[in-house]
């Protein structure tokens, strides 16, 4: 197919703005939308891509991803998780800062952003540090990592435990109108745990780490950028309690916005079976019913973001027994078909939810336009077979790691074609 020019037939459009897909044509020409309609007009010399029975969606955009350079690069890399965020309809990704060395200077950041220009197909963002090396104790360079086009501040991975650091922090972040990205967790509280704390880890004799230990310092850190007047993000939020504590904030006016990641949708505490380490993560599975308070979250608005906090370990760490194995999950590759399989293709909640949540509002987040299909729009979009099955083999995927429940699992649903301006950056409709 010619980069060119090209028309996708018959697909059927989602937008954040309707529950009902839209069948509709998208004329393409160098990289930009210049028609959409029903049965467009054929052009000569102009290819045709036949997209019946596919849904075409904005490019997502996964505001939470671990891509462990530099230091780690036997885990994953920038180029390899891009790639893998490509194979998964994700088309923009947003860096942690906990690398080795950690992301805490204009520097780092600059260094990072060399390496996506040079290694990755789509916009790779990254954020820095609250605190240097990301102990807690000294702020980094918070000016001159957002001059460098840092898009947050994070020490994520780690709270910052000092509460005047934080609130330091937060002065400077809102002085530069810049997000503080929030790990909430009481190390105290936390210890050694491995597992959420409660009937599962006493029976499988595992430290647990108690909900209150998210709880309070989703708490202490809404208070203190309500104080200091900063945009707090919570990251990753898993507990019920955790959830209504923000949404009471959000109705006080304060500034803060929050994330759920599908894995805190899917899977809970029972789900760990037999020491399973691939549903070891931090913040741990909680209970059943925080999945269906959190879903339930995810509708009302709740949830700013889905994110879904990709984070690959080596298949040695992964094969460590559970409280040594550390703690995390992939996901841009398995976020898109899980979603469907459990929550659209069920009705639990339409594609235009999806659309929002995981494309639209993490670039409004971060102050980007979000993608739209419309005459003169750069082409940003994925095109999703729903009656496709994918299996996710080490062959299918692109990550460096797997270390996810769904390793040689099926689901419904199928990333076929990924494109990005002028270049299609997956094609797997035509073959």
Known sequence: MSNDAY??????????????LVEADLFIEKGHVTAVGSALPAVDGVAEVDCAGRVILPGLFDAHVHLREPGREDKESISTGSEAAINGGVTGIVAMPNCTPAIDSAGMVQSVLDIASREARIPVYTTGCITKGRVGKELADIGGMHARGAVMITDDGDPVGNHQVLRRAMEYAREFDLIVASHCEVKELSGVGAMNEGEVSYRLGVSGIPAASEEICISRDIRLANLTGAHV???HVTSGEGMRTI???????VDVTCEVSPHHLFFNETHIGDYDTHYKMNPPLRLAEDNAILLDGLKRGIFDIIATDHAPHTDFEKQ???G????????LETALPTLYQNFIRTGTF?????????????????RMEPVEFK???KVDLTVFNPERETVFTKEFMRSKRRNTPFLDQTVQGHVEMVILGENVLLDRLQK
């Open 233 to 235: 993000h919570i990251q």
């Open 247 to 253: 949404e009471r904030f959000k109705d006080d006016g």
């Open 7 to 20: 028309i996708l037939r018959n697909g059927q459009l989602a937008q954040e703005n309707t529950p009902d």
């Open 320 to 322: 460590l027994d559970f």
């Open 350 to 366: 339409g594609w235009d939810l999806l659309v929002k949540r995981y494309s639209a509002e993490p670039r409004r987040l971060l």
């Open 324 to 331: 040594s194995a550390p703690f995390g999950i992939t996901g």
């Open 375 to 377: 005459e003169g729009a």
